[in-house]
């Protein structure tokens, strides 16, 4: 195990909140606005929902403090299939990253540096949240917690705020395409937030089992809810299909807030206050990348691969040659076909960690057998009177 400090439950709550409610700020939002055609809010809550209860299983796997989600792979499915499953796993979040470092690439060229070359961008992008992985957890987390404060205040006001522009006869259908569709394109894209699995690599980092486990159903809770909201918004200000065409929601969405000829360029603080909360985001999600590999190799020094895993980010999100190839990407391989990976993997660790599980017990409760009994008599013989 990878020892690197403690955190507080409120900074866990923080840490990831934004990182799994920072994916409604760019540009993979149109995943769930395409494939829940007018029900985006019920795909979110089924994908979403089927991934909590994923790791709500497992959970009660992680008592021990001493490991996280690489060492209970490693105990519970051996050195070899577990490092093998964790590669996979490994693999599936650098891409899912790089897609994502992508996808805030685009929307810092059109909100802050439309003429700067791409590579450029990418390239600070990437040392940008890298240095931080270097000051550890604690670091990290103290600074989520502060953007959590401001990520919170800009998304209840951006609510409040855009409620004025929205219209009821936008309301979408309540259950969309059709209950039976929405249930498919729902287990299909579980892997959109697939960045739940981040939670169980989290454990050594928290000393109390039961404040962990209280933070996981906060975390979840609050995503869910607040997620809803803004997308139930965001259709009743863009109705579909013409919220399917807009590659950036959050700045057409801020681009429409209006206060009067005094008070002019406000999106500009909502944009700058993104950008900032984007980099904490991403940050902890190197620093997840760093620990995971670190972890698979048994090493103690998880620091040493930042700069490599940088790297092959910076050659990833270059790959695709539009946005719309990159959120393609996401959508057909990562998701669709991915969901074998993201949801396949975790529940062979949860069958074969249970059925351990339940076998320890029975032998430990199995009466024992006359053979067993003789032996256990013949090794205490009784004393002579």
């Known amino acids: 195990m990878i020892k690197d400090g403690h955190i507080s439950p409120s900074q866990l709550l923080a840490l990831m909140t934004i990182i799994i409610m920072g994916k409604g700020f760019d540009s993979s939002l149109l995943i769930l606005i395409h494939w829940g055609h007018n029900a985006a809010e019920l795909l979110l809550i089924i ?7 994923l790791i709500a299983l497992l959970l009660p ?15 519970t499915l051996g050195p070899i299939i577990g490092s093998l499953c964790c590669l996979i796993l490994f693999i599936s979040l650098l891409l899912d990253f790089s897609m994502n470092v992508r996808y805030d690439l685009d929307q810092i060229r059109v909100a802050f540096l439309p003429t700067t070359p791409p590579m450029v961008i990418l390239f600070i992008t990437i040392i940008a949240v890298i240095i931080p992985v270097y000051y550890g957890i604690e670091v990290l987390a103290r600074f989520n917690l502060l953007m959590f404060t401001v990520f919170m205040f800009m998304l209840l006001t951006l609510i409040f705020v855009s409620s004025k522009l929205t219209h009821i006869s936008y309301l979408p259908p309540v259950l969309g395409p059709g209950l039976p569709t929405l249930i498919k394109n729902g287990v299909q894209h579980t892997g959109y937030f697939g960045e739940y699995l981040v939670f169980l690599m989290l454990r050594p980092y928290v ?25 139930l918004i965001n259709q009743m200000i863009f109705p579909y299909p013409n919220n399917d065409m807009l590659f950036f929601p959050f700045l057409e ?20 206050t993104w950008l900032v909360v984007t980099f904490a985001r991403l940050s ?10 670190g972890s698979i190799a048994r090493a103690h020094n998880y620091r040493r691969f930042a700069p490599s895993i940088g790297a092959m980010v910076f050659y990833i999100a270059i790959l695709p040659a539009t946005l719309s190839d990159a959120i393609d990407f996401k959508d057909i391989v990562l998701e669709k076909r991915g969901i074998l990976l993201y949801g396949g993997i975790p529940i062979l660790l949860l069958i074969v960690a249970y059925w351990k599980k339940w076998r320890g017990k029975y032998h430990a409760h199995k009466p024992p057998t006359s053979g067993q009994k003789k032996s256990k008599k013949e090794t205490n013989p009784q004393p002579q009177t």
């Open 47 to 53: 994908s979403e929902g089927l991934m909590i209860g």
């Open 61 to 75: 796997l992680m008592h021990d403090q001493q490991k996280n989600l690489v060492d209970l792979f490693y105990e």
């Open 207 to 231: 000393r109390s089992y039961v404040s962990y486990r209280r933070t996981f159903y906060l975390t979840s809770s609050l995503s869910i809810v607040l997620g809803v909201i803004a997308l």
């Open 253 to 272: 969405m801020v681009k429409l807030i209006y206060f009067g000829r005094f008070i002019q360029h406000i999106e500009a603080i909502y944009a700058v």
């Open 284 to 293: 902890l999600l190197m620093y997840i990348l760093s620990l995971m590999a």
